[in-house]
T-cell receptor, first 116, second 115 residues
Framework: LAKTTQPISMDSYEGQEVNITCSHN???????ITWYQQFPSQGPRFIIQ???TKVTNEVASLFIPADRKSSTLSLPRVSLSDTAVYYC?????????????????FGSGTQLTVLP | DAGVIQSPRHEVTEMGQEVTLRCKPI?????LFWYRQTMMRGLELLIY????????DSGMPEDRFSAKMPNASFSTLKIQPSEPRDSAVYFC?????????????FGPGTRLTVL
């Protein structure tokens, strides 16, 4: 199982870039890396997903080194509204049919607090 | 699309009562997941379905919990009898399989309080 490890919490100030790193030493060849964001009283929301190297969308970037044993979510110029819990998830949809959903474990996530 | 729909949004019941939570996944999605979230245990996967068939229910805490998916647009999670320790937020999520990547779309959740 590709268990993930993230920092429990991080603080930042408005306008700064925030990098959250997730360790997944046992990642499998077919696994993708997905990051979710959760605000209080809401369900997790997809942010970004990648397999290797770098992925960028309108809200974040995801950096994945060649060995894929870790990944870094980068949030540029955070604002107060980015205060949330961020989860790193490693898994493979094809594996779900064999009942390997244990890999889709959200873990404890990283509480990001953006200060004014 | 309206996204994943869950009902009710809030449920308060007394110990021993039956509780039924409902979920309507996004149309066309072939995976459906039920999660439970508490402060102590975080987000736990309870059960998931593929094409209405339960694939893995090893996360269901005990026999008091059961889940069904009678068709592609509806699923229920039932707790009978309910206990105070079942108090949590229950999320339903759906996903579209396409090989490789997973992106789950979560509903707003049902906050369950068992007195």
């Amino acid at each position: 199982l590709a268990k993930t490890t993230q920092p429990i919490s991080m603080d930042s100030y408005e306008g700064q870039e925030v990098n959250i790193t997730c360790s997944h030493n046992n990642i499998a060849t077919n696994d993708y890396i997905t990051w979710y964001q959760q605000f209080p009283s809401q369900g997790p929301r997809f942010i970004i997903q990648g397999y290797k190297t770098k992925v960028t969308n309108e809200v974040a970037s995801l950096f994945i080194p060649a060995d894929r044993k870790s990944s870094t979510l980068s949030l540029p110029r955070v604002s107060l509204s980015d205060t949330a819990v961020y989860y790193c998830l490693v898994g493979d949809m094809d594996g779900l049919l064999s009942g390997s959903a244990r890999q889709l474990t959200f873990g404890s996530g990283t509480q990001l607090t953006v200060l004014p | 699309d309206a996204g994943v729909i869950q009902s009710p949004r809030h449920e308060v019941t007394e110990m021993g009562q039956e509780v039924t939570l409902r979920c309507k996944p996004i149309s066309g999605h072939d995976y459906l997941f039920w999660y439970r979230q508490t402060m102590m245990r975080g987000l736990e996967l309870l059960i998931y379905f593929n094409n209405n068939v339960p694939i893995d229910d090893s996360g269901m805490p005990e026999d008091r919990f059961s889940a069904k998916m009678p068709n592609a647009s509806f699923s229920t999670l039932k707790i009978q009898p309910s206990e105070p320790r079942d108090s949590a937020v229950y999320f339903c999520a759906s996903s579209l399989s396409g090989g490789g990547a997973d992106t789950q779309y979560f509903g707003p959740g049902t906050r369950l309080t068992v007195l």
